[in-house]
């Protein structure tokens, strides 16, 4: 809050997905409801995270999410939030999972001395495996 309007951008962006998930674990919202509060929360991260590394000519965003290690099927759920139909709210929720995994690794570690980071090399890997997994398979 001391920052006001200059609220770095990974503080926001976990904000509102950590917002989706307390809205969801509350029971009050529908299935519809759900999907555009989590699609608007990814879509905000997707856009907020790679704006930065935007240049002069536009970059796609495939490209910049890779630059950043954000899972592309992360980029497609986006697109097909902003542009295509409405995903399945279990696709939006492990969106919402693995954003804010992205977070934690790549701003909160940081901030919090590294101390997140002791995660063993077997929760990684099943990570990695997840993520490649969703990358072929998420829109089938």
């Known amino acids: 809050s ?3 309007p200059k609220m770095p951008l990974a503080v926001d ?3 509102e997905l950590i917002r989706c998930k307390v809205l969801d674990s509350s029971g ?6 759900l999907i555009l509060s989590y699609g608007l929360a990814l879509v905000r991260f997707v856009n907020l995270i790679t704006e930065r590394k935007q240049k ?4 796609p965003l495939r490209q910049l999410a890779r630059e950043v ?6 980029v497609d759920l986006r697109h097909e939030l902003t542009h295509g139909k409405l995903p399945r709210l279990a696709l939006c929720r492990k ?3 693995v954003v ?8 909160w570690s940081r901030q919090l001395g590294n101390n997140l980071r ?3 090399e077997d929760e990684e890997e099943e990570g990695v495996e997840a993520n490649a997994e969703l990358d072929n398979d998420a829109w089938e």
């Open 2 to 4: 001391r920052y006001g």
């Open 69 to 74: 290690d954000i899972p592309i099927w992360v």
């Open 95 to 97: 969106g919402c999972d």
């Open 100 to 107: 804010l995994d992205w977070l934690r690794k790549t701003y």
């Open 28 to 33: 009050r919202l529908k299935s519809h409801e």
């Open 13 to 15: 962006c976990t904000a």
């Open 56 to 59: 002069m000519a536009s970059v």
């Open 118 to 120: 002791e995660e063993s």
